[in-house]
Antibody
């Protein structure tokens, strides 16, 4: 069964850091480009970041550029999002997804930035 | 950045009705257009990819079409389980962008 399982969310103070993980199983992870997409409570979907299969090509949304870092470990079938200098507006459910393909999305992990 | 303008923002229909949701891209995106269904508390579920290809396991009452930069999601015969929010999304170029969403209510 194809699965993407996010973890690492939680409550963090403004200015803090958090690292999200996405564990992949049931498919050849190294052959799929990956993304992070987020959804603030009660709002729409926002693309956050993209990483190519090898990790050599990376893109970010302007809203997170310079604060977030996407990476992947193909040997561990895992995707990561390191988040620094977190703001209240980063509060959202974060999904990992291979938007360019038909893989199902993960169930998401909630990040809450609040004092 | 490519803007995706989705309409309407909400609509309602009765079981058996035919409904249409549209999405207009601000520039050409070829056929790099996906449609998702999202129910409360759940991740988005892919319905249509490449503008008109039905994702495996999705009922055939869902269909997608394109005309230039205009894209349409059609549900041919509404069912109670179709109550959800629907999003379009372009994967032609980053930043990938989503429509604002359409909340569909079943009367």
């Amino acid at each position: 069964e194809v699965r993407l399982v996010e973890s690492g969310g939680g409550l963090v103070q403004p200015g803090g850091s958090l690292r999200l993980s996405c564990a992949a199983s049931g498919f050849t992870f190294s052959t799929y480009p990956m993304n992070w997409v987020r959804q603030p409570p009660g709002k729409g979907l926002e693309w956050v970041s993209y990483i190519s299969t090898s990790g050599n090509t990376i893109y970010y949304a302007d809203s997170v550029k310079g604060r977030f870092t996407i990476s992947r470990d193909n040997a561990r079938n895992s995707l990561y999002l390191q988040m620094h200098s977190l703001r209240a507006e980063d509060t959202a459910v974060y999904y990992c997804a291979s938007i360019e393909t038909t893989l199902p999305w993960g169930q998401g992990t909630l990040v809450t930035v609040s004092s | 950045d490519i803007q995706m303008t989705q309409s309407p923002s909400s609509l309602s229909g009765s079981v058996g009705d035919r409904v249409t949701i549209t999405c207009r891209a601000s520039q050409t995106i070829s056929s790099f257009l996906n449609w998702y269904q999202q129910k409360p508390g759940k991740a988005p579920n892919l319905l249509i990819y490449a503008a008109s290809s039905l994702q495996s396991g999705v009922p055939s009452r869902f269909s997608g079409s394109e005309s230039g930069t205009d894209f349409t999601l059609t549900i041919s015969s509404l069912q109670p389980e179709d109550s959800a929010t629907y999003y379009c999304q372009q994967s032609f170029s980053t930043p990938y962008t989503f429509g604002q969403g359409t909340k569909l209510e079943i009367k």
